[in-house]
């Protein structure tokens, strides 16, 4: 594939919700191009950009793949991106090199929520876009009504560009607006045709909301428009074009990616009416958007290229890691086909081998010449595992293999818990992190298990005491003696403080930091369940010493004891982390939330709706929330989001309190 000028470039996402066929309509935009002689099928496993083993096991997207291809002297790079909120980072990746989007929308279906995420991210972003209805061959096929839905929850500033001529099983072909020609699909190909006369007054309809939003973007066709002059077709598309690229239309096609209908005239449209990249500097500048690890090739950046040119052997610089790095094989790419070339253009898209520090977000420019790229503001990880080698002998592999995950995927977050002595892999939900298991396998041959997520609880007290330790050590030659005596006071703000009140030299000063040492070694193994103290004021205000066998070691071991049994007689108890948890659901479903959060001993903060959306916060106990993202997905149908942070600990109830130091101490004799 040649390199080609940055005015004839296009760079276009492809979004839908999972299901609404936005492979299938890359296969056509192949095939239609003569890349492919035949359209694979997401059933048979054998697409283009579906090409990773864990995305035809499942038959889903799962990586943002990129599937160039040219038409009319234009170079295309479509990338087709994946449907289901578990890979919503490989989305917003890919919002943040392209200049045009389709959305692909199922005329049986209608807007699913995953689309309408990503919808509001493409308008954040600024992005012109197209929206092509699929499926309109398909039962249950509702054109009017997913087109009301789309302006409804959309934009109202769709306008249909294509009208189908029947749908369902009664599909016969589409009519174009702005052509004003009829085609009809006779099960193999498409033929032109009149407008049936049943559809001229819609066509007519159509047409004019057409032109009057052509016309609204240029002042000179509104003049005419307004004084009554009919518009050409010329004129309604040079209106129109102004209109996409300044995100004030979004054209409206039909068709079906499987049938092969309407694909032309989205290609058409890509060249003609969204916009080229920006030349955002006049020498070599690359930014890396998504990066894959390969086994036995290393590591895989691809890169958009934002001003200048790429040559092998050019030497960059990478700002963000402090590094230089040469550039080596340049590969464009089309799903897992490789091809080298000898330059890349400003605006185009590639892939860059075996550069030694680069990874995903980094930006590479001339040394002198430095440049930042605000970074895409990746979703925070909801749902986390406890994991492991199968194998001990794997540690140091698995090790690795994580090492590589992290480095291909922003939204996973690894953690070793010091507290639970767990490794912590967070994603994005439960078919994100089996995923991400799969492919370790598969590529570095380590296996991995979980096990059950420890919550990290605490002890504190209740109640002021006062204790008395003694550590007294006789053996022949010098002995050990120590002697303090504690207060321990409950401290709610805080997690823990030393303080001394020592009159008259009863404790000698030099020993206050190994009282303080015992102390918080102490803190480390609760009374009750082995947890860690906190909230916890213990003051030295009194004890002895021995001018010839008191030392360091003898006050440590002192204070360590009294602390505990201090403890012990201060009214224990455990504490639990409290999350606080923000959902975001369709409205429909906000009353089953507030109860499910009821049921999970939360603490509904607070509630608003806007339009279809109601957001609920809530304090709820980290141990109830393990597994939400299940739990939140079975209740709304997939259609819920959230986040969780940590934000205080509270006291656990009685009875769960019962069977928590219940399960410490089996665990403990199981460890014995």
């Known amino acids: 594939m040649k390199s ?121 972003a600024g992005l012109p876009r197209f929206v092509f209805i699929n499926k309109i061959e398909r039962e249950n096929a509702n054109f009017e009504k997913t087109l009301n839905q789309i302006r409804e929850i959309l934009s109202a500033k769709v306008v249909p560009l294509h009208l189908p001529i029947g749908e369902g099983e009664n599909f016969k072909g589409y009519i174009d607006v702005l052509k004003n020609k009829a085609y009809f699909f006779d099960g193999t190909n498409l033929t032109e045709g009149s407008i049936p006369a049943e559809y001229e007054d819609r066509v007519l309809e159509a047409r004019m909301q057409l032109t009057e939003a052509a016309a609204e973007n240029d002042d000179e066709l509104l003049m005419m428009y307004l004084d009554g002059a009919e518009l050409t077709p010329e004129q309604v598309a040079i209106g129109l074009k102004k209109g996409v690229q300044a995100g004030k239309i979004y054209p409206l096609f039909v068709g079906s990616a499987t049938k092969n209908i309407g694909i032309k005239d989205l290609l058409e449209a890509s060249c003609e009416l969204l ?60 799903g897992k086909e490789q091809v080298q070339t000898q330059e890349v253009n400003a605006g185009d898209i590639a892939c860059l081998i075996k550069l030694s520090e680069t990874g995903t977000g980094d930006v590479l ?172 004021r213990a003051v030295l205000y009194d004890g002895s010493y021995h001018p010839v066998d008191s030392s360091e070691l003898a006050f440590k071991i002192a204070a360590s004891q009294a602390f505990k049994k201090g403890v012990k007689e201060a009214n224990p108890v455990i504490l639990e982390p409290v999350m606080l948890v923000e959902v975001t659901v369709p409205e429909q479903f906000m009353g089953d939330v507030i109860s499910d959060f009821n049921g999970k001993r939360g603490h509904v903060l607070g509630m608003e709706t806007q339009g279809r959306w109601a957001r609920v916060k809530a304090y709820v106990p980290y141990a109830e929330m393990l597994k939400y993202n299940i739990d939140l997905k079975a209740m709304t149908q997939a259609r819920g989001f959230y986040t969780m942070t940590f934000s205080h600990y509270q006291e656990v109830p009685p009875k769960l309190q019962e069977e928590i130091i219940k399960k410490a101490n089996l665990n403990k004799k199981e460890e014995e």
């Not at 990249?277 to 020498?283: A, L, R, V």
């Not at 007294?472 to 401290?491: A, F, N, S």
Request: glycine letters at 8%; aromatic letters at 8%.
């Open 365 to 536: 420019s001339l040394k002198d010449k430095p440049v930042e790229i605000e970074p895409v503001d990746y979703p925070t990880p909801n749902m986390t595992i406890a994991i492991l080698p199968k194998s001990k002998n794997d540690e140091d592999r698995l090790s690795s293999a994580l090492h590589r995950a992290l480095e291909e995927d922003p939204t996973l977050k690894l953690e070793k818990n010091l507290e639970t002595r767990q490794n912590l892999l967070s994603g994005m939900g439960e078919l994100h992190l089996e995923i991400v298991l799969e492919a370790i396998k598969r590529k570095y041959g380590v296996e991995v298990v979980t096990e059950e997520l420890r919550v990290p609880y605490r002890e504190t007290i209740r109640k002021t005491v006062q204790v008395e330790g003694k550590y007294k050590k006789q053996t022949g030659g010098r002995g050990q003696y120590g002697h303090v005596w504690l207060r321990l006071e409950p401290l709610p703000d805080k997690e823990f403080e030393f303080g001394e009140e020592i009159f008259g030299g009863a404790v000698p000063k030099q020993y206050f930091p190994a009282v303080e040492k015992g102390i918080r070694e102490a803190l480390n193994e609760g009374v009750l369940a082995g947890y860690k103290v906190m909230n916890v």
């Open 4 to 124: 080609y000028p940055t005015e004839f470039l296009r760079n276009i996402g492809i979004f839908a919700h999972s299901g609404a066929g936005k492979t299938s309509l890359t296969e056509a935009l192949l095939y239609n191009t003569g890349v492919l002689k035949r359209m694979g099928r997401v059933e048979d496993g054998n697409t283009v950009s579906d090409y990773h083993p864990e995305e035809i096991k499942r038959k889903v997207t799962i990586h943002a793949s990129l599937v160039p291809c040219e038409w009319n002297n234009h170079k295309l790079n479509f990338i087709d991106t994946p449907g289901y909120a578990d890979f919503i980072g490989e989305v917003k990746s890919v919002l943040k090199v392209v200049e045009g989007a389709i959305f692909v929308i199922c005329a049986a279906s209608g807007v699913e929520i995953q689309t309408e995420v990503v919808w509001n991210l493409a308008d954040n």
């Open 275 to 334: 916009p080229p990249p920006q030349k955002s500097y006049d020498h070599p500048v690359a930014y890396v958007f998504k990066t894959l690890a390969d086994p036995y090739v290393g590591r895989i950046n691809f890169v958009k290229v934002l001003g200048g040119s790429l040559k092998p052997e050019t030497v960059l610089y990478n700002f963000k890691k402090d590094k230089p790095e040469k550039i080596g094989h340049i590969l464009f790419m089309r």
